[in-house]
């Protein structure tokens, strides 16, 4: 019985081990997922905007594209929040009993971790496209972070996609339902809400053929009661 998993958890009310979640795909996937988000958001805040010697204001390193570097900033925030919020979920995910909520959970985590790589996937095909068009002039500052941001972006492509397929693969594992219920009954109202049912029936007949209500009434029936003997 010990086993037994419900989309890649057992029963509910487990210990929490921290070496085993460690230790498992998925929380290492969102480490580094979450790792690069870092790296991508600090590449671009730090060192992605940039000013010639003869100017004052700054521009994106991007092909002065501010929408470049906004995307990127924005990108490396929200997957940063993200990864955060799916570690917290792995970590609380043993102690859902529901099946249901376990089920709920599982598809998110599909279908997000399928919507971030596909993000990261315009991304890096946006600031690869801009990062090209960049005048040589301007890529001589902040060069090492903005090919560093575009790098990363690259890597978390496939690391989302592979935060998706395991959770697809958790998925296709389902619930047991010998050992989880998707529906949790209190036993008192249960038996609380059973009717109620007679211990002799209510269509017993007696051996003759006739009801039980018949023979009681023929108990009482004043042809059948004490007759007066002469002597």
């Not at 991508?40 to 004052?56: K, L, Q, W």
Request: hydrophobic share 40%; charged share 15%; net charge negative.
């Amino acid at each position: 019985m010990e086993g037994m998993q419900a989309y890649g958890a057992g029963k509910a009310g487990g210990a929490f081990d921290p070496v085993t979640f460690f230790q498992q795909p998925q929380t290492i996937l969102r480490i580094v997922s979450w790792l690069f988000s870092i790296v991508i958001f600090g590449c671009i805040a730090n060192e992605g905007y940039i000013n010639r010697p003869n100017e004052v204001e700054e521009y994106c390193i991007f092909n002065r594209n501010q929408n470049a570097c906004n995307y990127g900033v924005f990108m490396g925030s929200m997957a940063f929040l993200c990864c955060m919020a799916f570690l917290a979920l792995d970590v609380y995910f043993p102690q859902i009993s529901s099946v249901k909520d376990r089920k709920k959970a599982v598809l998110a985590d599909i279908g997000l971790s399928a919507f971030w790589s596909f993000m990261w996937f315009v991304g890096f095909c946006f600031l690869a496209n801009q990062w090209q068009v960049t005048e040589h002039e301007d890529n001589q500052l902040g060069g090492d972070a903005a090919r560093a941001a575009i790098t990363f972006s690259f890597f978390s492509i496939f690391t989302w996609a592979g935060q998706s397929f395991l959770a697809f693969q958790r998925y296709k594992l389902g619930a047991d339902s010998a050992l989880f219920s998707q529906e949790y009954t209190d036993p008192s109202q249960d038996a609380a809400g059973a009717p109620y049912t007679s211990f002799g029936g209510d269509d017993l007949e007696s051996p003759g053929g006739g009801g039980g209500q018949a023979n009681n009434d023929g108990a009482f029936d004043g042809t059948g009661g004490y007759q007066r003997q002469d002597y």
